[in-house]
């Protein structure tokens, strides 16, 4: 069965079912879903990498990843949820002392985000009838 | 001197008139006294709805819900580029001209003309009634001309659109903001075009909120995690601004920046805990070009925070929905990307900044049952804890006036 991943991070494809996630909601409940080992895995075998795999997504436009790279893109951001459990909270797969996550909202929380452009101000447009 | 020693009590020497007592709690847990800063705060003061560049092109419009004045207010761009506000409000039967989804709705009315979904009348982006469907059939006291949306009263500073609630604005949003609108003007805040919008309810007072907000005191024990040495826990360069105020915050000497981080500054300027330059700061933000500055954290009174700093300016709001209910919106302007490897970086600044604010909403509802649990009469506030203190004699002010 081929891969989600290009050919060069075949290393990486056991991660790549679970967080090669397009929003950030979704890097966000698999984040708090995750075990403290689960994460550590996750960014031992991704940090390494990662400045491999922004060269490698930076060979197209923003908003260009053709979808054979849109994976290793999400993958890729998946450890900017990550690293900060791994490298500040010790594992802890929640943000320590902090507010119930699920009651905080974003409004650019569903943006798929090789996209591109990030959320503009008035992102959500939609037709009055 | 005076019992002060200058170093730890420099904004008490600067502002005796604010006092140094213990502050009661009563403001913040009293239904009574909530009743009374709807009628004499909110609905007097100049509040802070959204920018003009949220409503770029003519027929975009913004519907803001102010829940604590039973108001929903359109903001929307007229063919001839101006932006207008109204009550969301049909002057046939009242029925709401646009259904809102949330406290913000943003959309495009086609042809930048507005009809109600109940009967069909149209009208056009300045609030003029167009359309009626049957008007034949109206009866002597109707005319069309006086039939338009109603107005809200409002205007623009730095981008900033202000509402005032009031039948007649007790002085001009320029009057109001006065020598803190001159403080922030010039700071290129359209130049940030990529926003990111978080909020929550809490079971709070809204200035529970704004309180948590408001001082750099929290930063080395709330956020200690997620901002190891990154700040300095003092403020610098207080100022107040009739009821308004701003202070620096400076970055610390030592950060200690995670790999990950480390690699996210050295591709975008979107992490509040990084080095910056000064190249968009206006002369009197950061005046002495000190490397160590952090961000400039201005108050608005009564419910706003507006922080700048070289490519990053951020908002805090404290919307009222009850006297221990609030809506709290956090919202980060960065430059948009231009590279893949940037909008990784950027993503990753605002991982960070959520769970910083993660930290800060955390302990608002904690903070507001330890003030109804009646354990406790008053507060402490320290020195840097001046913004506190001056909100609190701001709020008494516009309290007490009629």
């Not at chain 1, 060979?59 to 791994?86: K, W």
């Not at chain 1, 699920?102 to 101000?121: Q, T, V």
């Not at chain 2, 001056?390 to 709020?395: D, G, K, Q, S, T």
Request: charged share 20%; aromatic share 12%.
């Amino acid at each position: 069965m081929a891969g989600l991943l290009p050919e060069n991070y075949q290393d990486l494809e056991p991660f790549a079912a679970d967080w090669c996630l397009d929003t950030q909601d979704e890097r966000q409940r698999k984040r708090r879903a995750s075990t403290a080992e689960q994460l550590r895995s996750f960014y031992a075998a991704i940090s390494p990498r990662i400045s491999e795999i922004l060269e490698e997504v930076d060979r197209f436009p923003i908003g260009q990843i053709p979808p054979s790279h849109r994976p290793l893109f999400s993958l890729a951001l998946s450890l900017t949820e990550v690293a900060p459990n791994v490298e500040l909270y010790a594992g802890s797969p929640a943000v320590p002392h902090a507010f119930e996550e699920s009651r905080m909202k974003a409004r650019h929380g569903d943006e798929k985000n090789w996209a591109g452009h990030l959320s503009r101000p008035n992102a959500v447009v939609v037709a009055s009838s | 001197m005076d019992g002060f020693e200058f170093d730890n009590h420099r904004w008490a020497r600067l502002y005796p008139e604010l006092g140094t007592g213990p502050v009661p709690i009563h403001s913040y847990i009293s239904p009574e006294h909530y009743a009374i800063e709807i009628e004499r705060v909110f609905r007097k003061a100049w509040l802070m709805v959204g920018r003009v560049d949220e409503i770029p092109n003519p027929g975009d419009y913004k519907v803001k819900r102010l829940d604590v004045v039973k108001s929903s207010i359109i903001l929307m761009r007229a063919k001839d580029g101006s932006v207008n506000a109204f009550h969301n409000v049909c002057s046939h039967r009242a029925n709401k001209m646009i259904s809102e989804t949330g406290n913000e709705t943003f959309g495009t009315a086609r042809a930048a003309l507005l009809a109600c979904d109940f009967h069909g009348w149209v009208y056009d982006a300045r609030g003029n009634l167009t359309g009626v469907p049957q008007e034949a059939r109206f009866y002597a006291c109707f005319s069309k001309e006086k039939a338009g949306l109603t107005k809200v009263h409002f205007e623009v500073w730095e981008g900033f659109i202000f509402v005032n609630l009031a039948a007649e604005p007790p002085t001009t949003l320029e009057a109001y903001l006065g020598a803190c609108g001159r403080h922030l003007a010039g700071y290129p805040f359209a130049d940030m075009d990529c926003q990111f919008t978080y909020s929550a309810e809490l079971r709070c007072n809204w200035k529970v909120g704004l309180d948590a907000f408001s001082e750099a005191y929290h930063l080395g024990m709330l956020h200690g995690r997620s901002l190891p040495g990154s700040f300095s826990n003092s403020q610098e360069e207080v100022q107040l601004f009739g009821d308004h105020q701003t202070t620096a915050l400076y970055l610390g000497a030592a950060p200690r920046f995670t790999p990950t981080a480390a690699l996210a500054n050295s591709l975008a300027t979107a992490s509040l805990m990084a080095r910056h330059g000064a190249s968009m700061l206006p002369p009197q933000i950061n005046p002495e070009r000190r490397p160590e500055f952090g961000f400039e954290m201005t108050g608005v009174f009564p419910n706003t925070i507006i922080h700048v700093t070289e490519g990053i300016w951020f908002t805090h709001q404290f919307w009222p929905l009850a006297h221990d209910k609030t809506l709290w919106q956090g919202k980060y302007y960065v430059a948009q990307p231009k590279t893949n490897s940037q909008l990784w970086a950027t993503l990753h600044a605002q991982t960070i900044t959520r769970n910083i604010w993660l930290e800060d909403t955390g302990t608002m509802e904690q903070t507001q049952e330890g003030l109804e649990s009646g354990a406790k009469p008053e507060l402490l506030f320290q020195d840097d804890e001046v913004f506190l203190r001056h909100n609190f004699n701001v709020l008494q002010k516009y309290t007490a006036a009629e």
